[in-house]
C-alpha cells in the first residue's frame, strides 16, 4: 500500500535559517506529491504540489522536488520567517486514487526571532 | 481559494450519545467529500469517502455503522458518531476537491475536536 514518511519533529529554527523537512513514500504507479501547511487554529491548505518525476513545486519560497530514485520530495526553504511556524505533512495521491490523499505524520516547525 | 468550513469546531458530549459534525463548501460544489481522523502528533487517516446522492465508501477497519455519513446535498456532507465512547475522541477533518483542479487538490476544513467524557 502507499505510505509517507516525514521527519519527526518539532524543528526549531532561527529566523533566518535553511529548512529541509524530509519526506519519502512508497506508492504503486506515478503519485502526485504535495506538501500541505497547518497554521495554528487553520485547516490544512496546500503548499506546492509536483505531478511527475523531476517536477518541481515551489510557493512562498518553499521548493521540494519529486525524485523518483530516492522516492523523496524534501521541503525546502532558505530563509524562514516566524510567520512559517506551523506544521507541514507531506502527501501522495496514487494514480487512479480518486483523489484520496495518503499523509505523512506531519512536521512541527517552529521558528524564532 | 474555495473554502470548507465544518460546524462545530469543538463539541464535548456524554459516552453513548450521538454526535453530529457538518462540513460545507461555501463557494463550489463537491460532489466527493473526505473525512479524516487525526490522532495527536500523527498523521491524518482516511475514514471515508462521501458521495453526493450515494452511500459512502469506508476504509478498512473503520466500522460503518459508528460513523454515519450523509452527503444529501452537492455543499454538504455531515459525520455521526453514534454512540461514542471516550476512544472516539479526536480530532476530525473533512476536505473537499476542487473540481476544477486534475490532481487532487483539496480544500479542508479547519476541524472539529470532540472529546467523550
Known amino acids: 500500500g502507499n505510505s509517507v514518511t516525514q521527519m519527526e519533529g518539532p524543528v526549531t529554527l532561527s529566523e533566518e535559517a535553511f529548512l529541509t523537512i524530509n519526506c519519502t513514500y512508497t506508492a504503486t504507479g506515478y503519485p502526485s506529491l504535495f506538501w500541505y501547511v497547518q497554521y495554528p487554529g487553520e485547516g490544512l491548505q496546500l503548499l506546492l504540489k509536483?505531478?511527475?518525476?523531476?517536477d518541481k513545486g515551489s510557493n512562498k519560497g518553499f521548493e521540494a522536488t519529486y525524485r523518483k530514485e530516492t522516492t523523496s520530495f524534501h521541503l525546502e526553504k532558505g530563509s524562514v520567517q516566524v510567520s512559517d511556524s506551523a506544521v507541514y505533512f507531506c502527501?501522495?495521491?496514487?494514480?487512479?486514487?480518486?483523489?484520496?490523499?495518503?499523509f505523512g505524520t506531519g512536521t512541527q516547525l517552529k521558528v524564532e526571532l | 481559494g474555495a473554502v470548507v468550513s465544518q460546524h462545530p469546531s469543538w463539541v464535548i458530549c456524554k459516552s453513548g450519545t450521538s454526535v453530529k459534525i457538518e462540513c460545507r463548501s461555501l463557494?463550489?460544489?463537491?460532489?466527493?467529500m473526505f473525512w479524516y481522523r487525526q490522532f495527536p502528533k500523527q498523521s491524518l487517516m482516511l475514514m471515508a469517502t462521501s458521495n453526493e446522492g450515494s452511500k459512502a465508501t469506508y476504509e478498512q477497519g473503520v466500522e460503518k455503522d459508528k460513523f454515519l455519513i450523509n452527503h444529501a446535498s452537492l455543499t454538504l456532507s455531515t459525520l455521526t458518531v453514534t454512540s461514542a465512547h471516550p476512544e472516539d475522541s479526536s480530532f476530525y477533518i473533512c476536505?473537499?476537491?476542487?473540481?476544477?483542479?486534475?490532481?487532487?487538490?483539496?480544500?479542508f476544513g479547519p476541524g472539529t475536536r470532540l472529546t467523550v467524557t
Open positions: 502527501a501522495l495521491s496514487s494514480t487512479g486514487g480518486g483523489n484520496k490523499l495518503t
Open positions: 476536505s473537499a476537491p476542487d473540481p476544477g483542479q486534475p490532481f487532487a487538490e483539496q480544500y
Open positions: 509536483a505531478t511527475k518525476a523531476d
Open positions: 463557494d463550489f460544489q463537491a460532489t466527493t
